[in-house]
């Protein structure tokens, strides 16, 4: 049971746009910056969005991060087959001082 | 160019020990906080351990606190992961990550290839 809670799944056609919902308290959401990974098949993650909402160089604006209360989400808009990866949320857990991550949600291009 | 290199990964026996190694270049070292995430075969991401820049502060997950030690030298620019009582469950890939700054922090980035350590019998 991952501390941070996302849709194990989501999917859209080429060119839609696609929303993950990352659910987490007040303990780490809620006080501290959200960012979100990416992990291609086979591959090593990478970092997708930082501090709640900023693309780091090379991401394209496609990917776009929020946040409000104890929640934050990512959408992808302009869904392209390239994007079908695994998408991870992760903040700074005050209460357990660490971070934490969510459980990860599956994008398919149909 | 940022450059993490793991190393020690292997198939190892319940209760048994592991030093995982990660070869850090491209970036100074001493600077940055490090981390080890690790990844069970078709599951989601963990952090399992992370140390400040210099090693004077660390974090453990409940899952394997009393068991694991990470470290770091400086002087080689290597971070390690020091495993014993190994479990089934600590089966996983294991991913060297460096940080933004001194602390530790929740920016992961860049990330090492991993190596797999398979605890069984």
């Known amino acids: 049971q991952s501390v941070l809670t996302q849709p194990p799944s989501a999917s859209g056609t080429p060119g839609q746009r696609v929303t993950i919902s990352c659910s987490g308290s007040?303990?780490?959401?809620?006080?501290?910056?959200v960012y979100w990974y990416h992990q291609l098949p086979g591959t090593a993650p990478k970092l997708l969005i930082s501090?709640?909402?900023q693309r780091p160089s090379g991401v394209p604006d496609r990917f776009s991060g929020s946040k409000s209360g104890t929640s934050a989400s990512l959408a992808i808009s302009g869904l392209r087959s390239e994007d079908e990866a695994d998408y991870y949320c992760?903040?700074?857990?005050?209460?357990?001082?660490?971070?934490?991550f969510g459980g990860g949600t599956k994008v398919t291009v149909l | 160019e940022v450059q993490l290199v793991e190393s020690g990964g292997g198939l190892v026996q319940p209760g048994g020990s592991l030093r995982l190694s990660c070869s850090a270049s491209?970036?100074?070292?001493?600077?940055?906080?490090m981390h080890w995430v690790r990844q069970a075969p078709g599951r989601g991401l963990e952090c399992v351990s992370g140390?400040?820049?210099?090693?004077?502060?660390?974090y453990y997950a409940d899952s394997v606190k009393g068991r694991v030690t990470i470290s770091r030298d400086n002087s080689k620019n290597t971070l390690y992961l020091q495993m014993s009582g190994l479990r089934a469950e600590d089966t996983a890939v294991y991913y060297c990550?460096?940080?933004?700054?001194?602390?530790?922090?929740?920016?992961?980035?860049?990330w090492g290839q991993g190596t797999l350590v398979t605890v069984s019998s």
């Open positions: 990550v460096k940080d933004l700054g001194y602390n530790p922090s929740t920016w992961f980035d860049p």
């Open positions: 501090r709640d909402n």
């Open positions: 491209g970036f100074a070292f001493r600077n940055f906080a």
């Open positions: 992760a903040a700074w857990d005050d209460s357990l001082s660490g971070p934490v």
């Open positions: 007040t303990s780490n959401i809620g006080t501290n910056y």
């Open positions: 140390i400040n820049n210099n090693g004077g502060s660390t």
